[in-house]
């Protein structure tokens, strides 16, 4: 591993205009700290790194480097590119437990942060590291939001969360789990209570329903509810996923890891959410893609779909009169997310649009003065690296309104 990555390291053209940096959603300086790197300064690197991207040890896991900084490399045009992640897991993984935080001077301000996942966390970090009190809340236990309770911990070690945890606590940000705000708790609470901002960064935590029958069934089950604790789940032997996208990939391989031994995943068309990397994993630990299934509805015995057919540029143009009934000992609705509706019934003035995501300006800025939000909340399922990028902005966008009111 040391040696691929000094090996990257010295591969690497140092471009004027770095095309890696232009493919990463939030610029990371590539060029720049691989020449810290080279030159030894391994903490130096890692503070650029932390600096413009405070989710940069997850990012360098997580991301999708094929479409983002090494699909862009100039080395990969007629080769190999230069893979950086690697570079940047090494680095910034190292920097996590040997950062020491100068504490910043205190600006007697505090902001209240909902959600801790990538937004939240990275709001956290750099109001914390600005010198303003941050506590986050949370309705889960632990922080991470979707890095803790939807990637899976064979993608991504929950350890490495653990020990972002202790970053935060050096920073002494607070952290109220188990706490869901718009319930016991509003936003007006927070004001009334002296915060000075508030940042949403709540995500999407509704599992999207098909509106057909049998999804209440008791081997029914949604993709997101199952990744959160696929120990507390029975699902069989034979598990049919339905929906082909990122959540469900992961949803599949998880369940080869639990015990199931066939899983099937249905998509209605042949064009799918999923990236080619996502489905080629599942499709080496085993599971199985049924195109032009379109599902009608789950029975006991399992789900019913009408069959496709389609023309020569593989559009569906009709179905088949047969449904297609399939066995299966679990079936796993896997078909995207959108946000819970908590916070805006609960704030008076806090607009979102017919999705139910937050509407906010330029500035991040909601539609009720001083309460920013990014990530998925605004945007739906997104990105680690592209709620980053935006929380960035966010950050921002808090500390000049907080310098002024
Ligand atoms: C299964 C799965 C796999 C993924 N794989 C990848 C991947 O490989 N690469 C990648 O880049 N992205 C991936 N993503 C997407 C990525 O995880 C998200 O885009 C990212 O986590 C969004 O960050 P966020 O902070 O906006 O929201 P979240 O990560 O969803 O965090 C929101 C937090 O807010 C909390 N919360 C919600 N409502 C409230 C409330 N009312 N009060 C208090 N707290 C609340 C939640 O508990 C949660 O902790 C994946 C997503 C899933 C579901
Ligand atoms: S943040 Fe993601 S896209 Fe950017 S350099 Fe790191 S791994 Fe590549």
């Known amino acids: 591993m040391a040696l691929t990555i000094m090996n990257d390291a010295q591969r690497c053209l140092q471009c004027k205009v770095p095309m890696c940096k232009k493919g990463c ?35 360098s896991i997580v991301c999708d480097h094929q479409a983002q900084c090494a699909g862009h490399c100039v080395l990969g045009r007629k080769g190999s590119p230069v893979h950086f ?3 940047e897991k090494f680095v910034s993984d190292a920097y996590l437990d040997r950062v020491r935080i100068t504490k910043p001077e205190k600006k007697g301000k505090k902001a209240a942060v909902l959600g801790a996942g990538p937004a939240g966390m990275s709001v ?31 993608r991504l070690p929950k350890t490495i969360i653990d020990r972002y945890k202790k970053l935060m606590n050096k920073l002494d940000i607070r952290f109220r789990p188990n706490t869901v705000l718009g319930e016991a708790l509003t936003i007006d609470n927070l004001f009334r209570d002296g915060y ?33 604790n696929p120990e507390a789940f029975t699902i069989g032997e034979n598990v049919a996923i339905i929906g082909m996208g990122n959540v469900a990939m992961d949803v599949a391989r998880t369940a080869l890891r639990h015990g199931a031994q066939n899983v099937t995943l249905y998509a209605r068309s042949k064009r799918i959410a999923a990236s080619e990397h996502e489905m080629d994993y599942a499709r080496l630990d ?26 020569e540029n593989d559009k569906v143009v009709g179905y088949e009169e047969e449904l297609n009934h399939v066995k299966a000992d679990a079936t796993i609705l896997a078909v995207s997310q959108a946000p819970k509706n908590k916070l805006i019934l609960t704030t008076e003035g806090l607009e979102g649009n017919e999705r139910g995501l937050l509407i906010t300006d330029d500035n991040c800025m909601c539609t009720v003065p001083g309460v920013f939000a990014a990530g998925d909340v605004v945007h739906g399922s997104n990105t680690v690296v592209a709620a980053a990028a935006e929380a960035k902005k966010a950050a921002a966008a808090m500390m000049e309104y907080m310098e002024n009111h």
């Open 286 to 311: 085993g599971a199985q893609f049924e195109f032009g299934q379109a599902i009608e509805k789950i029975e006991p015995e399992g789900p019913v779909f009408k069959v496709a057919i389609f023309d």
């Open 124 to 154: 956290a970090v750099i109001l914390a590291s600005n010198g303003y009190d941050v506590t986050i809340f949370d309705d889960n236990n632990q922080i991470g939001g979707m890095l803790r309770y939807g990637i899976p911990e064979f």
């Open 196 to 228: 000075a901002a508030v940042f949403v960064g709540t995500g999407v935590w509704r599992p999207k329903t098909l509106g057909i029958e049998g999804e209440s069934l008791p081997n029914v089950h949604f993709g997101i509810s199952y990744l959160a």
């Open 85 to 87: 992640y690697n570079i």
């Open 25 to 59: 959603p939030i610029a990371t300086p590539i060029p720049e700290v691989i020449a810290k790197f080279k030159e030894g300064k391994l903490m130096e690197a890692g503070q650029q790194l932390f600096e413009n991207n405070p989710m940069s040890v997850f990012c």
